[in-house]
C-alpha cells in the first residue's frame, strides 16, 4: 500500500511540536507502561492488558516489518524537545475493509493536542504518498477524545454497528471516514505549514 519512499526507517513526519518516525526497540518500555494503563488500552480493541515488556518488544518488530513490507506506516510519537521518549504511537495499516487508522497516547501527554497534531500529520502523508480513496478507522460510541480528534482532522461517521472485534466485540462502536476528495477540498492537496515531510521527500 506503501511506496518504496516510506519503506525505510529513515522516513519520518514532522510536526511542530512532534516527530513522527519508526518505532525502535528502545521504545518498549514506554510502549509498555503508557499502552499498557488501563486508561489508554481500554479504549482500543487489541492492546493487551497488562502490557508485558516482551509483548510490547513483539509489537515494535511486528510494526517494523509491517513498514518494511509497505502493508503498514506505524510511527512512534515523540516530542521534538525529547526525541528518544516516545509518547504515543499512531498508523495506518491495510486491512480487508480499507487503510484503518489507529493511535493511543499516554495519559501524561493528553489534553495538549499532540494526538490531534499527529492524526492530521499521517492522514496528509497518507493522501499524499498514495493513491487510496479514503482513510477510516473504528471506534467506540462512546470515546469522545478520540472522536473529537478524528473530526478535527475532517472524519465523519459512516457507519455503526452493535459489535465490534477484539476488546470491543460486546460494544457498539462507529466508523469514522475520511475521504480524498473532502481532504483535498481542506488542504488544496498541499502540505500544511505544520507539517514536513523527512529530506527524502523535501
Not at 79 to 85: E, I, M, N, S
Not at 89 to 107: C, E, S, V, Y
Not at 142 to 164: I, P, Q
Request: aromatic share 10%.
Amino acid at each position: 500500500m506503501f511506496p518504496e519512499i516510506a519503506r525505510d526507517d529513515v522516513f519520518r513526519l514532522e510536526t511542530r511540536r512532534l516527530w513522527l518516525r519508526w518505532p525502535r526497540g528502545s521504545d518498549a518500555p514506554a510502549v509498555s507502561a503508557l499502552a499498557g494503563d488501563w486508561g489508554v488500552a481500554r479504549w482500543t480493541a487489541l492492546i493487551p492488558h497488562p502490557y508485558t515488556l516482551e509483548a510490547a518488544e513483539r509489537c515494535i518488530l511486528a510494526a517494523r516489518a509491517g513498514n518494511a513490507r509497505g502493508s503498514s506506516l506505524r510511527f512512534a510519537l515523540t516530542l521534538k524537545d525529547f526525541p528518544r521518549k516516545l509518547v504515543g504511537m499512531a498508523g495506518i495499516d491495510a486491512t480487508d475493509n480499507g487503510p484503518r487508522l489507529g493511535f493511543w497516547l499516554g495519559r501524561p501527554y493528553a489534553g495538549r493536542g499532540l494526538m490531534s497534531e499527529a492524526a492530521q500529520a499521517l492522514a496528509d502523508a497518507f493522501f499524499r504518498i498514495t493513491e487510496a480513496d479514503e482513510l477510516s478507522t473504528v471506534i467506540l460510541t462512546d470515546n469522545a477524545a478520540s472522536r473529537a480528534v478524528l473530526e478535527k482532522c475532517g472524519f465523519v461517521e459512516s457507519e455503526r454497528f452493535e459489535t465490534g472485534f477484539g476488546r470491543h466485540a460486546d460494544s457498539p462502536v462507529v466508523r469514522m471516514a475520511l475521504r480524498r476528495d473532502e481532504w483535498q477540498a481542506s488542504t488544496g492537496g498541499v502540505l500544511r505549514p505544520a507539517l514536513a515531510f523527512d529530506r527524502a521527500l523535501a
